[in-house]
């Protein structure tokens, strides 16, 4: 009976996958027979109008030329022009100059400058190459047409510009005074063992006045028979000890600390 039942449940579930698969197949089919295809959409271009007789000249003159400056074997032809310079350019730049100072007197001028621009060789300032300019002298292009106390005018054939002496916006470089920086010398005295001399003079032994000597008689009315003197023996004197030098103790060095 089992075994029946799982054959019956097994025959109910293959048919349910056939017939899904039956109607996933046909409305596949449904939805691509509704599809229709696209037709494109031809746009009529209309002819253009004709343009009288001497436009058309002109235009056919106008393609020709065209075709003719592209033409690559063409030795007229000229895709780049040449672009117009303005006058200033033609000039040249203006030469970038720092003025350090000027000195006026009743027959002689001149003024003391920097060319910048460039980088500065052996023996010149920061600033560039200072040179120093008389009135009609040129830097480039252009001269020195005055020198004033305060500013310099210089001038070319068709540009006029003026160099200020105190010009906040220009940094004008100094020359740095190099002073020579000896490292500090560090002497260490190391402390030497001090001495104490102690006199070895020995005293010298005292002198024994001698005594009267000791006259030896007889009696009253002995008659003298002589004289002995005795004088005393010298007492003995103790050696002195050497004596030896005395060092000081050193004091006891400081712990070492990390």
């Not at 303005?86 to 040249?92: A, F, N, V």
């Not at 002995?222 to 003197?229: I, K, M, Q, Y």
Request: include cysteine.
């Amino acid at each position: 009976m089992k075994q029946g039942i799982l054959i019956l449940l097994l025959l109910c579930f293959a048919l349910f996958l056939v017939f899904k698969n039956y109607e996933i197949w046909d409305s596949s089919y449904e939805k691509g027979a509704e599809k229709e295809p696209l037709k494109k959409v031809e746009k009529k271009t209309e002819p253009a109008p004709p343009l009288p007789p001497g436009q058309q000249d002109r235009s056919s003159q106008q393609s020709s030329i065209s075709i003719a400056d592209k033409n690559i074997f063409n030795p007229e032809r000229k895709d780049f022009p040449a672009p117009i310079l303005s006058e200033k350019l033609k000039l040249g730049a203006r030469p970038q100059m720092i003025l350090y100072g000027v000195v006026i007197g009743e027959d002689y001028q001149f003024a003391s400058v920097a060319v910048t621009g460039k980088p500065p060789q052996k023996g010149e300032r920061s600033g560039g190459e200072t040179r120093t300019l008389k009135v009609g002298e040129s830097i480039g292009e252009y001269k020195l047409n005055k020198i004033l106390p305060d500013r310099i005018v210089m001038e070319a054939p068709e540009d006029t510009f003026e160099v200020l002496l105190h010009d906040q916006n220009v940094a004008k470089g100094r020359s740095n005074i190099r002073t020579e920086n000896r490292p500090a010398m560090i002497t260490s005295i190391t402390p030497t063992p001090v001495t104490s001399v102690i006199p070895t003079t020995v005293p010298s032994a005292s002198r024994v006045s001698p005594l009267p000597p000791a006259v030896s008689g007889g009696g009253v009315g002995e008659p003298f028979r002589g004289r002995s003197v005795t004088t005393p023996a010298p007492a003995p004197v103790a050696p002195v000890a050497p004596v030896t030098p005395v060092t000081p103790a050193r004091p006891p060095s400081p712990p070492y600390r990390k």
